[in-house]
């Protein structure tokens, strides 16, 4: 009995001291909230050391048989768990493919593998084939030398633009390039570089090593609502030079966490097959996530998940701390991408359309859990920054094209945007399309091409 005694003594006391390391490494000496790994081996040794010390208890008071029913009890109830968590991982967690096979880069933080095609499915809203052609871009092979008379229009973006939920052809910029060769104005091609999870810094840096070789005539920079502090992110972590250029975001630090390191590896597996397991960790991290400041948020926390945070200057009433930083460093990229379309002698658009809370009460429903307040309504939302980048571009001699209006002016019978995705629909691609080929045809004529 008395080895039993110093076996669970040491059962105690080790658990608490390897629970308190793993928060001191995590809270302290790392800075970082607990996470999917974290939480769980945190609650399973501070559970252990309760039962050891109420086993010890027992033992103590001569009542050994309930020791081991205690921990017969607990045995069976960790095996419950485990059976109804797996069998519900199997049957309710959708198994999704939507990404696409990116890459690390180091100077546009990553980027697709070349001559890929690759399935992007939802359970409830799409599947879809994506093409990753030659140069590494959606959609068809591209000939680096232009036909002749040919008009090269190189649209930026994030995965609103790269097409996240459509097919190759559905993408706004594909239904961009058959509006225009349809219009009898001349013979276009336009070449999709948007890219999942990009921001204007990136995109600066992404056209800054590609405008040569595309040679486009006309450059179009698609700003998405997450730019705002997708860019803040971006620019924390950037290689910056003489004159406060970006030269680069190197994103193989990030890549090595999220995707080969020992922790990530085990919460892909967590959230992959333990159904339970998944919503007791988001239910904890969502709580984490509104108590959290704009400096905590990183490119795990503020770009690869829901966090309310990311779309909070878009609410009325609500001005997240540092909007003004923000705002900065996407004027500051944009009016790079402009002088740098100058020098190379093509013009330059800034294009902004809105997410699906932000045209009608009844797009994307589904999907805003995570993402807003509960029962955020059009009524809620603010323009300012669209104002804000309007208003900046109107200073700044950058043709700007305000995509809100005619999202929200929709009369057609299909949605715009995915029940639970946050992507549009082919419809909403066209609604774009049809938005930006009318500021080209009918306000500016495309420039003439050797």
């Known amino acids: 009995m008395k080895t039993l005694a110093a076996i669970l003594y040491a059962d105690v006391a080790v658990s608490l001291i390897l629970a308190a390391a793993v928060l001191v490494r ?5 800075g970082k909230p607990l996470g999917a790994v974290t939480i769980p081996i945190v609650v399973i040794l501070v559970l ?36 109804l968590d797996l069998a519900g991982g199997y049957f309710l967690i959708a198994k999704n493919e939507v990404h696409t096979q990116k890459l690390p880069d180091d100077y546009v933080h990553h980027k697709y593998a070349p001559n890929v095609t690759q399935r992007g499915y939802h359970p409830v809203d799409f599947d879809v084939g994506i093409r990753i052609n030659n140069i590494g871009f959606r959609g068809e092979d591209v000939n680096l030398e232009k036909e002749p008379g040919v008009s090269r229009i190189v649209m930026l973006g994030d995965s609103f633009t790269f097409g996240a939920g459509v097919r190759d052809d559905e993408t706004f910029s594909a239904v961009l390039e058959e509006i225009l060769n349809a219009s009898g104005t001349g013979k276009f091609e336009v070449l999709n570089l948007g890219v999942e999870s990009y921001s204007p810094v990136l995109e600066y840096i992404l056209l800054k090593r590609n405008i040569d070789r595309l040679d486009p005539g006309i450059v179009i920079m698609n700003l998405d609502m997450s730019d705002i502090m997708n860019e803040f992110v971006y620019r924390k972590q950037a290689s910056i030079g003489t004159g406060g250029e970006p030269e680069a975001v190197d994103g193989r630090e990030d890549y090595a966490r999220s995707r080969e390191g020992t922790g990530a ?36 926390t503020g770009i690869e998940r829901k966090w309310e945070l990311i779309l909070e200057h878009t609410l009325d009433g609500r001005e997240p701390e540092n909007l003004r930083e923000m705002y900065g460093m996407v004027e500051d990229s944009i009016l790079r991408t402009k002088q740098l379309c100058d020098s190379h002698g093509c013009e330059f658009i800034l294009a902004i359309y809105p997410w699906g809370y932000q045209v009608s009460d009844s797009e994307w429903v589904s999907g805003r859990e995570g993402w807003l307040p509960e029962g955020t309504m059009v009524a809620d939302t603010s323009d300012r920054t669209v104002e ?14 305000n995509a809100f209006p005619d999202f929200r002016s929709y009369s057609g019978d299909g949605p715009l945007y995915f029940q639970y995705d946050i992507h549009w629909t082919p419809e909403g691609h066209k609604v774009m399309a049809e938005t930006i080929a009318e500021h080209l045809l009918d306000d500016k004529s495309p420039p003439d091409e050797e």
């Open 26 to 30: 995590s809270l302290v000496i790392l």
């Open 48 to 83: 252990n050391a309760v039962l050891g010390a109420v086993t010890l208890l027992a033992l103590k008071k001569d009542r050994g048989r309930m020791a081991a029913r205690l921990w017969l009890f607990c045995f069976i109830l960790v095996v419950m768990y485990l059976v």
């Open 265 to 300: 590896k085990i919460e892909k597996w967590i959230y992959s097959h333990m159904f339970i397991t998944t919503a007791l960790l988001e239910m904890l991290r969502a709580k984490t996530n509104r108590s959290a400041t704009v400096e905590d948020v990183n490119v795990q």
């Open 388 to 401: 804000e980048l309007e208003s900046f571009a109107r200073k700044n001699g950058i043709s700007f094209i």
